[in-house]
């Protein structure tokens, strides 16, 4: 498969994706959990070509004090924190600062949780195969929260997918779980917007739809025991 220099949007994204995981097409056991909100249409995308399950991961970057957009960490479902070694050694962060952060981002995801899922329970993740998907990967860190929530449920796989990353990111999220698939790893990476032609920002109101219609076509799941091929009738 060859990859475009740039994807033209999320959804473009997500198709190519799920042609470099076709292995687990059409498998009950497999559970698509994208990260809102931009991953959620690449998700979607994924989850359709596949003929799987779509649900959410709700995890939340934990931005710099003073500097937003660089993450020092991430916070997820079920009190879970990875932050980034020798912040509070080194000085450049308190704890106190890491607590307020971890509470305004807690509060967020569970704001989300109310309003994506409309009393919708979460998904029962033990002993199936999850793909966590994002529209990219920058620091890592949301998706290394993301692992660490999917990996307290005792899943029998995980896999990460998303269209591209920094080889360093990359390559270190590799290591956390059983397959990575990352469409373009550049040496020159910049920033995950930098590989879209159009990456306007996803709204509250698109991810309720998306997941309203993967979950109205929400195919039914079967046996959750993580399989290669499908069971006989």
């Not at 009190?79 to 450049?92: F, H, K, P, T, Y």
């Not at 999917?150 to 990353?165: C, E, M, T």
């Not at 550049?186 to 920002?201: K, N």
Request: neutral net charge; proline residues 6%; aromatic residues 4%.
């Amino acid at each position: 498969m060859d990859t475009p220099e740039r994807f033209t949007d999320r959804a473009h994204a997500g198709k190519l994706l799920a042609q470099a995981l076709l292995t687990y097409a059409g498998r009950a056991d497999v559970l698509v959990l994208a990260l809102p909100r931009g991953g959620v249409p690449v998700g979607f995308a994924v989850a359709q070509a596949l003929g799987v399950e779509l649900d959410i991961m709700l995890v939340r970057k934990l931005g710099l004090p003073g500097h937003a957009e660089y993450a020092m960490g991430a916070v997820g479902a079920g009190g879970v924190r990875v932050l980034q070694a020798g912040l509070v050694e080194s000085g450049r962060v308190s704890m106190k600062q890491i607590e307020e952060a971890s509470a305004r981002e807690m509060a967020e995801i569970e704001r989300r949780g109310r309003l994506y899922r409309a009393g919708r329970p979460p998904p029962q993740l033990a002993g199936r195969c999850i793909i966590l998907v994002d529209d990219g990967i920058a620091t890592g860190a949301t998706l290394r929260a993301a692992v660490e929530v999917v990996r307290r449920s005792h899943v029998a796989r995980l896999v990460i997918a998303a269209p591209v990353g920094p080889p360093e990111s990359v390559a270190a999220l590799a290591g956390e779980v059983d397959e990575m698939v990352c469409l373009s790893a550049p040496l020159g990476f910049m920033a995950v917007s930098h590989w879209y032609r159009h990456f306007d920002q996803t709204a509250d109101a698109e991810v309720q739809a998306l997941l309203a219609e993967a979950w109205r076509l929400q195919p039914e799941t079967g046996d959750p025991s993580c399989r290669t091929t499908p069971t006989p009738n």
